[in-house]
């Protein structure tokens, strides 16, 4: 709606890694921001973690550094484990992250060596990346994050000292049925909805009261007697099998 969007999907794990691995993710974008949120990250994997990677991107020797608060990182061997409000991070292609509550990031640069999606044969590079660490056989585990889109690391940082004392977004609803965000600015709900839903929302508004199917939604107020509505169901309905 304008330039306003959501994306949305219910993850169910590929039976080549771990088909047990579950989670409902919604990512809601205004303007130069992302609001990312997951929740009912589930996984009976007790043998490797669960993780949600914010970026991961190469690195050489003509690689804008990367940023974590107002600290910059250049070298090419770094490891840090994070568990704080506020955190703000910067990838090496210009954007911003911000983390408002507690979250375990592990943030680190350096030399990784992974197997080839399509052929399995290792391959090494060096990477920086920041991932949320959900550990072993997560169950309900979730996340909330802010991507800022072509940010200058040090403006993003001294705006999130804003967003921790006065929020642009409010979360009505993070669960398995639905993902409900206010943004307060633009007075506009944003509705992702992974299930029917027919009983009482959380979304402290009388506008929308129920949904026969899962959904995408946005609803904007235009003045005081005028509102602004955009629906989607975004199921392709492509099965295999």
């Known amino acids: 709606m304008g330039a306003n969007g959501i994306f949305a999907m219910k993850l169910h794990g590929h039976a080549k890694y771990d088909d047990s691995h579950r989670a409902n993710l919604s990512s809601f974008f205004f303007g130069d921001r992302i609001l990312r949120l997951g929740s009912d990250i589930s996984s009976s994997d007790t043998e490797h973690r669960s993780i949600t990677t914010l970026f991961q991107s190469r690195m050489d020797s003509s690689s804008a550094p990367v940023f974590i608060n ?33 979250t375990k990031l592990e943030i680190r640069c350096g030399q990784q060596t992974t197997p080839a999606q399509d052929t399995g044969i290792e391959t090494t590079g060096c990477f920086a990346k920041a991932v949320i660490d959900h550990g072993k056989a997560p169950k309900k585990a979730g996340y909330e994050y802010v991507i800022g889109v072509n940010q200058e690391p040090l403006v993003f940082f001294e705006q999130t000292r804003k967003w921790l004392e006065d929020p642009f977004y409010r979360i009505h609803q993070k669960n398995r049925q639905a993902h409900i965000v206010e943004f307060l600015e633009e007075k506009t709900f944003a509705y992702v909805f992974f299930t029917a839903y027919r009983k009482r929302l959380l979304a402290q508004n009388d506008i929308l009261r129920s949904v026969d199917r899962p959904c995408l939604c946005m609803i904007a107020a235009d003045g005081k007697e005028q509102l602004s509505l955009s629906f989607c169901d975004p199921d392709l309905r492509l099965y295999e099998g």
């Open 70 to 102: 107002k600290r910059t990182i250049k070298g090419l061997e770094y490891f840090d484990t994070k568990h704080r409000n506020g955190l703000v991070l910067a990838d090496a292609y210009g954007n911003s992250y911000f983390v408002p509550h507690k």
